[in-house]
DNA sequence: CTAGGTGCAAATAATTTGCAGAGGC
DNA sequence: GCCTCTGCAAATTATTTGCACCTAG
C-alpha cells in the first residue's frame, strides 16, 4: 500500500489492448515532469526539444490517451485553449487564475465541496466533478507582495494540510473530553472522560511527530500557502455532545457521545480520503481514518462490556410479582 | 429606483461615443428574448430568421460589444464554444451541467461565495468573479422525474429566495428574542426583549405578506426548485448572543445584544444586495436591509437614552472623599 | 501477421479580421 | 463629412482526421 512512482502510477493506469511506444514513454514523461498545468503547443516544444522528429498530432493523441486512462486533467482557463495537468500526487483542485499575468493557484476546501454536494442532493444533480475557477489579481499584480511560486509538489502540502486538519481534531477532541471530565459528576462517566482525554493526547503526539517530520523531510513546507482549506471538519464534530452534557452522563452515556464523536470523526476522513488518487495526502487521511475507526471499536467493545446499571424494578413489577 | 424596462437597461449600459444602428437593435432585442443561455450559432439562426440579411460576422461582433457592456455574460461549459446569457434580470449564477443532455440548471450560494471570499483573503487574491460549473448527471437523465423545465423568469426565483432568506431570519430572530425574554430575570432587560420580539413579528407579517403578493404575481412560482442556497445567514446571526443570556442581562446590556443582531443582519442584506444587477431579488435584499438599518437606529437611540445604571461608589472613592 | 501507433498534410469548427461600402449624427 | 457599423470573404487558432506507413507483440 505504499504510494507508487511515476512509471508505477502509468503503468497502473495504462488501458488494455494498448501497445507500448517509446514516443509516446517519452511525452508522458516529459509531461509528468510539469508542476502545474502546461498547454498543448507548449508541451510540444519540450517535447519537440528532447527529439525533433515527434509529430505535433502525436502529441495532442498522447495527451487525450492520458486524460482517458485518468493520467491528465484537461482544464479550461476560457481563453480558448486547454491546459492539462497530470493527476499523479495532485489531485483535483481549484483554481484562482489572475487575469493580468495569467498565474494560477491551486486550493481545495472540504467545506465548499461539501456544500456542491448539499445543493446538488436538493435539485436532484448527481454531481460527478466540479470545476471552480475564481478570476481577479495576484497579490502580486495587484502591488502586494508576490507569493513565493516555489514549486513544491501539491502532494506535500497536501499531506501537511490534511495533517493539520487530522491535529485540529484531535485537539478539539482533547478539549471536548477535558471540559467533559470537569463537568461530569458521575465518579464513572468522569473517568471515561478522563481516559478519551488521555488517549486524544497520546494519538495528538504521534500526529505532531508524523508532523515534524513532514516537515523536515521538506524543508520551507511550512511557509507554504495553505492548499487544503476546512473548517466543518474540526469543528463540526463535537458540538452536538456538548449539549448533552448539561444533562448530566454517567459512564455509558459518556461512552456513547465518545463513539458517536469517533464515527463522525472517522467517516469525515475515510470520505474525504477516498477521493483522491493515490498521494501523501490520500494516505495521511486514509490512515487517520483507521486509526479513528480502531479507537471507536474500542470503545464500542468498552461500552458493550459495562451492563446496564441495574435499575429497581419499578413498582408495578414488584406488585406482579407479590 | 424602479426596475428598468429592458430598453433602459440596455440604453443604461451602452457605452459612449458608440453609434445606434438598426440591425444591432434587433440583434440585441432577440438575445434579451432568450431564457437561459444561447451559442452564437443558434443565435445566428434566431437572427436570421428575422432577417436574412444580417452576417454572422455583426452577430459575433454584437455579442462582444454585450460583453463588454457589461448586457451579456459569455459562459464556457468546456465544450470549444461559447454561450451568452444576458445579464438583464438575472443574477450571475453557477452551473450544474448534465452531461448526458447537456441541459443546465442555475443556482447560487451565499455560503459558497462567503467560503470563496474568505479563502481568497487567506491567499492574497483579490477575486473578481466566480466561475463554478458541476458536472454529472441531471434528475431526468437518471431516470428520476425530470425537472419542470418551466421557464420562470429567473429573477422572480431570485426575489422569492432573497424572501425567503429575510422571512427565515426575521423567524430566527423572533425566537431568539422570545427566548431571550423568557430567560431574562431584570425586569426592565425583559421588556426590552419583549418589545424586540414584538417588532419582529410585525416585519414578519410585513415580509410575509409581501411573500403571498409575489407569489400571487407568479402562480406556480412557490413549486420552483430553489434558486439562492443559504444556511450562515439566517443561522449564524442569533448565535452568539445566545451566550451571553445566560450571563444575566439587564435592559441596556439587552439593547446591545439586540443591536449587535441587527447589525448582522443588515450588514449581511446590504452587502450581498449590492453584488447584483437591477432585479426584484436584489431590491428585496437591499431594502430589507435598509428596514433593519432603521431598527438598528432605533435600538442604537434606545440605548443611548438610558443612562447606565447609577452604582454604589466604591470602598476608595468614599474614602477619598471623607 | 495485425492491431495499434505515427507523421504529414489537409480538414474542421468557432471565431476574428481586413477592407470596401453603407449609414447614423 | 466623419466615424462607426456592416457584409463578405479570407484568415486565424487550436485541435482533429484521413491515409499511407511503421512497429510491437
Redo the contacts with the bound molecule.
Keep these: 500500500m505504499s504510494i507508487p512512482s511515476a512509471t508505477e502510477f502509468v503503468d497502473q493506469h495504462r488501458p488494455a489492448?494498448?501497445?507500448?511506444?517509446?514516443?509516446?514513454d517519452v511525452i508522458v514523461e516529459i509531461f509528468l515532469r510539469q508542476q502545474g498545468h502546461i498547454?498543448?503547443?507548449a508541451l510540444v516544444d519540450l517535447v519537440r526539444r528532447h527529439d525533433a522528429?515527434?509529430?505535433?498530432?502525436?502529441i495532442?493523441?498522447?495527451l487525450?490517451w492520458m486524460v482517458d486512462a485518468g493520467i491528465a486533467r484537461r482544464v479550461d482557463f476560457g481563453d480558448?485553449?486547454?491546459r492539462f495537468e497530470h493527476a499523479y500526487r495532485h489531485p483535483r483542485h481549484f483554481h484562482f487564475i489572475c487575469k493580468k499575468c495569467h498565474s494560477s493557484l491551486e486550493f481545495l476546501s472540504s467545506d465548499i465541496e461539501t456544500l456542491i454536494e448539499e445543493i446538488a442532493a436538493v435539485r436532484g444533480f448527481e454531481p460527478d466533478q466540479s470545476v471552480l475557477q475564481i478570476y481577479g489579481l495576484c497579490q502580486g499584480c495587484r502591488g502586494g507582495i508576490a507569493a513565493d511560486r516555489a514549486s513544491f509538489p501539491t502532494d506535500a502540502v497536501f499531506a501537511r494540510d490534511a495533517l493539520r486538519i487530522a491535529i485540529a481534531t484531535e485537539r478539539s477532541g482533547r478539549e471536548f473530553y477535558a471540559r467533559a471530565a470537569k463537568l461530569t459528576r458521575d465518579a464513572r462517566g468522569r473517568r471515561v472522560f478522563e481516559k478519551l482525554a488521555t488517549e486524544e493526547i497520546d494519538h495528538l503526539n504521534r500526529l505532531e511527530r508524523r508532523y515534524q517530520q513532514l516537515l523536515d523531510q521538506h524543508p520551507g513546507l511550512e511557509q507554504q500557502p495553505a492548499f487544503l482549506f476546512f473548517k466543518g471538519a474540526a469543528n463540526g464534530l463535537f458540538a452536538a455532545g456538548t449539549e448533552e452534557l448539561k444533562k448530566g452522563v454517567d459512564d455509558r452515556k459518556a461512552l456513547l457521545i465518545g463513539i458517536r464523536c469517533e464515527r463522525g470523526s472517522h467517516r469525515f476522513f475515510k470520505r474525504y480520503g477516498e477521493r483522491f488518487e493515490e498521494s501523501e495526502g490520500k494516505r495521511v487521511f486514509l490512515q487517520f481514518a483507521d486509526e479513528e475507526r480502531e479507537h471507536l471499536d474500542l470503545l464500542i467493545r468498552e461500552y458493550r462490556l459495562r451492563a446496564p446499571r441495574r435499575r429497581r424494578p419499578s413498582r408495578d413489577a414488584r406488585r406482579r410479582r407479590a
Aim: aromatic letters at 8%; proline letters at 0%; zero cysteines.
Design positions: 489492448g494498448g501497445r507500448r511506444s517509446d514516443k509516446r498547454a498543448a503547443d522528429r515527434i509529430s505535433r498530432a502525436t495532442y493523441r498522447t487525450q480558448g485553449r486547454f
